[in-house]
């Protein structure tokens, strides 16, 4: 059976005999022998096989390896006389697997840029970094269930076909493919697109099971080619019955608090390579995120620090309009230096569902706003009060019957309840260090984008 290079290398059983897997990454020959650096995804590290020309195939096929062919190795462990490195393997067998013609392949030992390796996204994984930023995302996406299972938490699969436009800015795409005989015009009886949130699901189980929480995949046909913006993506979503905006807020620093400090401790040998040819000073920023309290304002009060500025903004800044990039930004890298919680935003700029707070002007809703991105994190207490939500529903011009069952939840057993929703992309972004979202999602759709 064969085994993994990164287990290889933690345990380093010098002497053992051992089979593994992997691709070429470089070769070198020197007299009778050949030198091959074999990484097979595991770790960024690669393991050294020494190939003599004792094997029945060196002429034939070791010689004529070049980076990307796919081999599996059979060979003794052995304590490395070369720097930078502790073990290597002496080969008794090297089988080649699948070749890689050297004239077409195109990737090989050099730095390639990001731009480029979007053009071949089934390509890309094989390289350093986009290889590390795939098994930061697996660690990461396995933290989040780990963190919401440990407190409790059920974990509901939302639809990804659904009849509600959770925000209402309808930014939804259409499902419209395929006919049923008898059904009328759309294929489930009525128009469905694919959802921008498991939101609204999510409260059904909420006021059932307690605290819920949702993973998966979110679309928003939004015309925005931005380098944090993507038409799908994935979105975290938990959502706690009997819980106001302040456990809201308890909730969400607790969780990123959590998953930083987890990836820092377990994808130490990946965050130190973002860390050095990425963003300088990543690790750092982590821990200061890990480390310190949040800074908290209202959202009045972050447009009076803008508009104190001095500071000549693109977008304008003005009581009633919503934050952009670039005043989060401000707020979280001039004037705070650290994670920042916006509350309290107009209810005008903010979906139906948020809880109207005593004022009536404004919402009982929370963002995250973190150094190098803004929003991460977006969330609010539920209107829980029947009343004040159907009024809100009818001013915001939402069907009202398509929407009975959920206002159905507020005339059976309403409790006060709060949730918010996590951009995994956007957190991804902020631990890697990587300035453009698509490459941080395996296969990204942007307008006018969809490889593979």
Not at 183 to 190: I, S, T, V
């Amino acid at each position: 059976m064969k085994t993994r290079i990164k287990t290889l290398l933690a345990d380093k059983p010098l002497g053992a005999q051992v089979a593994f897997a992997g691709w070429v990454r470089t070769k070198r020959d020197a007299g009778a022998f050949s030198f091959l650096e074999i990484g097979d995804g595991s770790s960024l590290a690669n393991l050294q096989v020494i190939a003599d020309a004792a094997l029945g195939n060196y002429d034939s096929d070791i010689k004529a390896l070049s980076t990307g062919c796919a081999v599996m190795v059979e060979g003794e462990v052995k304590a490395s006389p070369a720097k930078g490195q502790e073990i290597e393997v002496l080969a008794s067998r090297v089988e080649v697997v699948g070749w890689a013609d050297p004239a077409r392949y195109p990737l090989q030992k050099k730095r390639h840029s990001l731009e480029f390796l979007r053009e071949i996204s089934h390509l890309r994984p094989r390289t350093n970094v986009i290889g590390a930023v795939g098994r930061v995302r697996s660690y990461l996406g396995f933290a989040v269930h780990r963190f919401f299972q440990e407190r409790g938490f059920v974990q509901v699969h939302t639809p990804i076909i659904t009849t509600s436009d959770c925000e209402g800015a309808g930014e939804m795409f259409q499902v419209t493919t395929g006919l049923t005989p008898g059904k009328g015009e759309h294929f489930f009886g009525r128009p469905a697109g694919l959802t921008v949130s498991g939101q609204l699901q999510a409260e059904v189980y909420a006021m059932a099971l307690g605290d819920v929480y949702t993973f998966g995949p979110t679309f928003r046909a939004e015309n925005s080619n931005t380098s944090r913006h993507l038409a799908e993506f994935w979105m975290i979503e938990p959502e706690m019955a009997f819980c106001d905006l302040q456990g809201n807020m308890a909730v969400a620093v607790e969780m990123l608090k959590f998953l930083l400090d987890d990836l820092l401790a377990g994808c130490a040998e990946d965050m130190k390579l973002f860390d050095s040819f990425v963003e300088k000073g990543l690790l750092d920023k982590l821990r200061g995120v890990v480390e310190h309290e949040f800074a908290q304002i209202s959202y009045s009060e972050a447009v009076e620090r803008l508009l104190a500025s001095g500071k000549s903004f693109t977008f304008p800044v003005a009581w009633g309009l919503d934050l952009q990039s670039e005043h989060e930004r401000y707020l979280t890298e001039e004037v705070f230096a650290r994670p920042l919680i916006v509350t309290d935003y107009p209810a005008s700029i903010k979906p139906f569902y948020m809880r109207v707070n005593d004022d009536g002007k404004t919402v009982a809703a929370m963002d995250i706003l973190v150094p190098g991105i803004g929003e991460i994190v977006g969330g609010s207490q539920r209107e829980e009060r029947h009343d004040v939500l159907l009024a809100r529903m009818r001013e915001a011009g939402i069907a009202i019957d398509d929407y009975q069952w959920y206002l159905d939840l507020r005339l059976y057993g309403s409790a006060p309840h709060s949730g918010f929703g996590l951009g995994f992309e956007r957190l991804l972004q902020f631990v890697t260090g990587m300035t453009n979202i698509r490459e941080v999602i395996p296969f990204p759709r942007t307008p006018g984008f969809a490889p593979c």
